[in-house]
T-cell receptor, first 114, second 114 residues
Framework: DSGVTQTPKHLITATGQRVTLRCSPR?????VYWYQQSLDQGLQFLIQ???????AKGNILERFSAQQFPDLHSELNLSSLELGDSALYFC?????????????FGSGTQLSVL | AQSVTQPDIHITVSEGASLELRCNYS??????LFWYVQSPGQGLQLLLK??????LVQGIKGFEAEFKRSQSSFNLRKPSVHWSDAAEYFC????????????FGKGTTLSVSS
């Protein structure tokens, strides 16, 4: 158990809809990262927050947004969903801002867009 | 642009045989390098990391990796594979200059035959 909690584990929705994925980082970790894993693109970094502030941005679509709340949990909002958004979305956390050394991953949210 | 390449999508190894998974990176300077493992339905777990110093790095579960600057490679090895090693393996790189998020290769799926 990594200590990172993601909910829900599975999500099935229709095209055009909006969903929210939630992540609770490990106790004490200030950084939260969101990754998208799909068969064709592999693991793509979406966005990082550190202590409530956006820290780094990757290949995140404009239809997607995220935020980190004062209690350090984070939410990833996906809107106007398309079939191609179906993927496994991972959240990871780390104590500081350079997450490579101590990056802990949740077990992911499997999103299916029908 | 920075990238991490894992040339082998899928590898099958007999139980007890040796294993080598390939990873190449393309960065302006030597990044920090990592290997992660993902078991079915699980998040990613860090196997080992290279920051500097000794080019042969030992990790968990009997894995090791060798950094070769001349080849821009960071290959993962294990002398004797166990059936429980069947999983997906990801090589990743982090460059402080390029940003604070890990860039992952597309992964190599390891199957272990008896």
């Amino acid at each position: 158990d990594s200590g990172v909690t993601q909910t829900p584990k599975h999500l099935i929705t229709a095209t055009g809809q909006r969903v929210t994925l939630r992540c609770s980082p490990r106790s004490g970790d200030l950084s939260v990262y969101w990754y998208q894993q799909s068969l064709d693109q592999g693991l793509q970094f979406l966005i990082q927050y550190y202590n409530g502030e956006e820290r780094a941005k990757g290949n995140i679509l404009e239809r997607f947004s995220a935020q980190q709340f004062p209690d350090l949990h984070s939410e990833l909002n996906l809107s106007s969903l398309e079939l191609g958004d179906s993927a496994l979305y991972f959240c990871a956390s780390s104590p500081g801002t350079a997450g490579g050394e101590k990056l802990f991953f949740g077990s992911g949210t499997q999103l299916s867009v029908l | 642009a920075q990238s991490v390449t894992q040339p082998d999508i899928h590898i099958t190894v007999s139980e007890g045989a040796s294993l080598e998974l390939r990873c190449n990176y393309s960065y302006g300077a030597t990044p920090y390098l990592f290997w992660y493992v993902q078991s079915p339905g699980q998040g990613l777990q860090l196997l080992l990391k290279y920051f500097s110093g000794d080019t042969l790095v030992q990790g968990i579960k009997g894995f090791e990796a060798e950094f070769k600057r001349s080849q821009s490679s960071f290959n993962l090895r294990k002398p004797s594979v166990h059936w429980s090693d069947a999983a997906e393996y990801f090589c990743a790189a982090l460059s402080i200059q390029a940003g604070t998020a890990l860039i992952f290769g597309k992964g190599t799926t390891l199957s272990v035959s008896s």
